[in-house]
């Protein structure tokens, strides 16, 4: 088998296409070579010996040794010089790791492999560069000793074992605290024979000297890095499967720590924060690429670069109109700087945040780079809501006292307590606080804490510094770099402008501008929603409106399934309408039983006896129901509103403390006693499968006419108003046509008499909802009578699994870390399992009913993947909550695309 790819001099076995077998840096690598962009040769060492890795207890397949040895001559070639040579200039090769995604910073790379006490001499003769040539040749038993030997920091230890060793030899050597520029070639001479003396202490190893050695023990390290903890942690935060594995590729060295003249840089093809079509970066000149991330020096923004080197930035800036071109996309790209000499190390699309995604897509669109539909595309569903995200109250923000500056790596507004470290900052989010992360630089190990922060702001850094890859990744509010925050994490303080903020004390970030203010700021809504929900006219005029308008036109335009919401009251109608929903998925009649004493009245229907007093109490109730869908009918202005019929177990609506039970009874004016042997009376060991749903309705049938009689006395009345109505009457937790049918019944016969009454011809549906595994099992039976099904993925998910969701969190962590669960299911639909019931009902209800309309209604129905399932198996609609209905559009769009 083919286990090895090779790239170079404008030709490469692989291209950008092949993601999963390469990795995506090793399939770009291919690709820009094949497109003529000057990258440095080299070869991709499959994903597939990833799998045969793990599979085989970490060993290789027989033939890989010989593919790469080809693989070594073919850079050899090219390059002109040989691995391990010791009389001419050797050929040296960067190790790196190459998921199919990428995950930035948690995979090591290995640079200058291939040096030892012979090829360094080699390299000082051949490039007469003595001192460039030892950087490099320390810089690689550090990195090899830390990512391959695994000399790190020891529990205790404060700094990194080969750092101590480099503040030794600064503190003996010179006077003063000097910075890595001022090291002389005997300096790092010195560092590479106590770097070695070090890994031999440490490991009881010595440093291998065989150049293929080397090369098999870096590779065997990133192969290995595929299971370590932050690659763990970050492939769970995005359901990364386990299965897909990383790439390596092994690649020829260029050099950007040569001297002046040289430099290595990062950049991205547009601003990834903010969406601005302006080249975006950052470099360091005479460096290796680690150290722009690494913070250990502050890099310059790219642009410095066209005074620093013209020529250079000329070119760069050529090779980012050809990638745009190419890829169509906004790319983030790696490139070194040898002696002038321009080399393209890494491409891949860049990281953005939705504001910056909406933005690239509505000017590539302009631009005839990409047509609509791939505007579309380009707008991840999961992250849309960052744009729906509060801002800080202008006003606010005008009394609110400007502390320092950084950069705006994370759009959006966050206030927060602030915490030092990681751990602290997650445990106080465990305990419900808002909490912003305040540190000179994150590292993959704050990851933890920035997850759980609302906002993450850092002191260095710039804009390729982990914290603003992470934070436009997780579409978290950041500020970077903002140089004026003073922080003393002994003290746990953070000194800013002299003012001093302890631990525990707030700020508030402005991710969007960069601004830190001291105190705690309001927010309040985005431009989006107070441009759609109230129409206000400033909010209109701005371009993130416009462009959201913009993109949710073109969604329409592409999609099938339609997008419902779920709501209870007007309000919340309104605002679904005005986010382009069109009906209600969902209202839940019982959300208003708790507005106002209405209560009183529900409370007085439970506990009646006869079915005398539950009519009486139900009499109380039906104004009431009445009032609330002549709201929602309202609101919907001709849209459809299925409306479901009461559903939670009774005892979710009487008191449990006997202080509580005495004031009912007083209230109804009868004994204590009464109130608690009926409560006592209501207790289920499995309220979920208990007395609920169509079950009430069965008992109490009356409850079923009265609600039927709120249902289609409020159409009556608002359809005399002009106001078309479309009610549709929904029955829950039906596993038997009989049930249906009994139910349905009394729906009709309510329907006929109020439509006799008002005079009035109301045009209504009775359907249900699928959410028990007999239910979908019989759908063809059950569609005989229902006019629609819609599919109530939480307790189908809950029945179907047989997991109840509210007792799921003891054992949640577990299934999540032992991956037995991708997803939590009830946040994203189980498609195989749950997703086959779905499947099964919507075949067996259109083959007695064709036009039979199906929807969902739980929470899934918000969520991207699992809208895309429905889009997939022919559902007519989801239904979501209205914040989540432009999500959802979005979603259905792209499933359609
Ligand atoms: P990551 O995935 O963490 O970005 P990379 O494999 O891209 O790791 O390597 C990190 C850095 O190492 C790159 O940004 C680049 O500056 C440097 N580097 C990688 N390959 C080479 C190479 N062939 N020559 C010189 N520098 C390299
Ligand atoms: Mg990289
Ligand atoms: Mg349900």
């Known amino acids: 088998a083919k286990y090895v790819y090779t790239w170079g001099a404008g030709k490469a076995d692989g291209d950008g296409s092949m993601k999963p077998l390469l990795g995506g840096k090793g399939a770009n690598l291919a690709e820009m070579t094949r497109i003529g962009l000057p990258v440095p040769p080299g070869f991709t060492i499959t994903t597939d010996v990833c799998t045969y890795f793990y599979a085989h207890k970490r060993s290789y397949p027989t033939e890989l040794q010989s593919q790469m040895e080809a693989g070594i001559r073919n850079m050899e070639k090219i390059m002109g010089c040989k691995f391990g040579d010791a009389k001419g200039m050797p050929l040296l090769v960067a190790v790196r790791s190459g998921a199919r995604d990428s995950m930035p910073g948690m995979m090591d790379t290995i640079l200058n492999l291939g040096l030892n006490d012979q090829t360094v001499i080699a390299l000082v003769n051949a490039t007469k560069n003595e001192r460039f040539a030892w950087d490099c040749y320390r810089r690689f038993i550090q990195m090899y000793g830390d990512v391959v030997m695994g000399v790190q920091k020891r529990a205790g230890e404060e700094h990194e074992p080969f750092e101590v060793v480099i503040e030794e030899v600064k503190h003996e050597h010179h006077e003063e605290n000097v910075d890595d520029a001022h090291l002389t070639v005997e300096d790092y001479k010195e560092l590479v024979s106590r770097f070695k003396k070090l890994v031999k202490e440490r490991t009881g190893k010595s440093f291998p000297n065989d150049p293929w050695d080397q090369l098999r023990g870096a590779a065997g390290a990133v192969f290995g890095s595929w299971m370590n903890d932050r690659a763990i942690v970050y492939r769970r935060k995005y359901n990364i499967p386990s299965e897909w594995g990383t790439a390596v590729n092994v690649q020829a060295m260029v050099y950007g720590n040569t001297g002046e003249n040289s430099g290595s840089g990062v ?10 079509n302006e080249f975006y970066g950052e470099f360091l000149i005479n460096a290796q690429g680690e150290d722009v991330v690494a913070g250990v020096r502050t890099p310059e923004p790219v642009a410095n670069l066209k005074k620093e080197m013209p020529k250079s930035y000329a070119e760069l800036l050529k090779v980012r109109a050809t990638l745009e071109k190419h890829f169509k996309d906004v790319q983030d790209v790696e490139f070194t700087i040898q002696d002038g000499k321009l080399f393209m190390l890494q491409t891949r699309n860049g990281k953005r945040t939705a504001a910056a995604a909406l933005k690239f897509s509505m000017d590539m669109h302009k631009e005839k780079l990409i047509d609509w539909e791939t505007a579309i595309l380009r707008n991840p569903a999961d992250q849309l809501e960052q744009l729906l995200a509060p801002i800080f109250d202008l006003a606010e923000m005008k009394k609110a006292k400007e502390l320092a500056k950084g950069l705006p790596a ?8 602030i915490y030092l470290n990681a751990d602290r900052a997650a445990a106080a989010a465990d305990k419900g606080e808002r909490v912003l992360l305040v540190r000179n630089e994150t590292s993959p190990e704050d990851l933890r804490g920035m997850i759980a922060a609302e906002g993450i702001l850092t002191a260095k850094g710039g804009v390729s510094s982990h914290a603003a890859l992470v934070a436009r990744q997780m579409g978290k509010v950041c500020i970077c770099g903002a140089s004026a925050v003073l922080i003393d994490y002994d003290k746990k303080t953070v000194t800013i402008s002299g003012e001093v903020f302890n631990e525990g004390d707030y700020l508030s970030i402005d991710g969007t501008s960069g601004t830190v203010y001291g105190g705690q700021l309001k927010t309040s809504p985005s431009e989006i929603i107070t441009g759609m929900v109230n129409g206000d006219k400033a909010a209109q005029k701005t371009e993130k409106f416009k462009s959201f308008q913009q993109l949710m036109k073109w969604c329409s335009q592409a999609t099938r399934l ?4 779920n709501a209870d009251n007007p309000e919340q109608t309104e605002e679904a309408v005005a986010f382009g929903a069109t009906g209600i998925g969902l209202t839940r009649t019982e959300h208003m039983f708790f507005e106002g004493d209405r209560i009183d009245a529900v409370r007085e229907m439970i506990l009646a006896e006869t079915e005398e007093g539950r009519r009486a109490a139900l009499k109380k109730i ?6 609330d869908f002549i709201g929602i009918f309202k609101a919907l202005k001709g849209f459809p509103a299925t409306i479901r019929l009461l559903d939670p177990p009774l005892h979710e609506f009487v008191p449990h403390e006997p202080a509580a039970q005495a004031d009912l009874a007083k209230k109804l004016g009868i004994s204590a006693e009464k109130v608690a042997a009926r409560v006592h009376a209501l207790h289920e060991f499995n309220p979920m499968l208990g007395h609920r749903g169509c079950r009430l309705g069965i008992a109490y049938p009356e409850i079923t006419e009265t609600q039927a009689r709120a249902i289609f006395e409020a159409a009556a009345e608002v359809q005399k108003k002009g106001i078309k109505v479309k009610p549709e009457v929904m029955i829950p937790l039906v596993g038997f046509k009989k049930e249906l049918d009994l139910q349905v019944a009394i729906v009709h016969q309510v329907a006929a008499e109020v439509q006799k009454e008002k005079k009035v011809k109301l045009n209504y549906q009775v359907g249900t909802m699928i959410e028990v595994p007999r239910g979908a099992l019989t759908a063809d039976e059950i569609a005989q009578t229902a006019e629609f099904f819609s599919f109530g993925t939480n307790d189908l998910t ?10 799921m969190g003891n054992f949640l962590n577990a299934y999540t870390e032992n991956e037995i669960f991708k997803k939590n299911p009830f946040a994203s639909l189980d498609q195989t399992g749950v997703g086959q019931l779905v499947k099964i009902a919507v075949e067996k209800g259109r083959s007695t009913r064709p036009d039979i309309k199906l929807g969902i209604c739980g929470e899934h129905g918000g969520d991207p993947d699992s809208v895309k399932f429905f889009h997939k198996v022919g559902l007519n609609y989801v239904s979501c909550s209205p914040r989540r209905v432009p999500v959802a ?9």
């Open 889 to 897: 559009r979005l979603a259905a769009a792209q499933a359609a695309i």
């Open 798 to 807: 809950q029945t179907g699994l047989g997991i109840s969701r509210d007792d």
């Open 267 to 276: 950049a991205f093809t547009r601003n990834p924060a903010n969406g601005a």
């Open 562 to 565: 339609a997008v419902r919401t």
């Open 410 to 417: 994370g759009p959006g507004a966050a206030s927060g307590k």
């Open 622 to 627: 039906l104004p009431y129901q009445k009032e």
